[in-house]
Nanobody, 118 residues
């Protein structure tokens, strides 16, 4: 089974930056779509950004221009560079691996806390 290990969360001031990492236990990026989700207390988990197996990316409107998802295939690692962070970005961020249109396994990281506060 694929395991995803996240790191890079922390406490930052508004306007600050963080880079989240998601290390996969196997080479999966050729077939899996990799996504970053976030979940604030009392809120539904939402997809923030994803990168397809072909390398195309997409973002929710609220993070466009501020967040960048990327991957390093050699390291089996996906990143989420978050710039100009806002208090409303505060959430637990989760890494996800999925095959679009497939009923097969979906994998999740353990989550990493991002807190944006003065």
């Amino acid at each position: 089974q694929v395991q995803l290990v996240e790191s890079g969360g922390g406490l930052v001031q508004p306007g600050g930056s963080l880079r989240l990492s998601c290390a996969a236990s196997e080479s999966i990026f050729s077939i899996y779509r990799m996504g970053w989700y976030r979940q604030a207390p009392g809120k539904q988990r939402e997809l923030v950004a994803f990168i397809s197996s072909r390398g195309s990316t997409n973002y929710i409107d609220s993070v466009k221009g501020r967040f960048t998802i990327s991957r390093d295939n050699a390291k089996n690692t996906v990143y989420l560079q978050m710039n100009n962070l806002k208090p409303e970005d505060t959430a637990v961020f989760y890494c996800n691996a999925d095959i679009p249109g497939s009923a097969g396994p979906k994998y999740w990281g353990q989550g990493t806390q991002v807190t944006v506060s003065s």
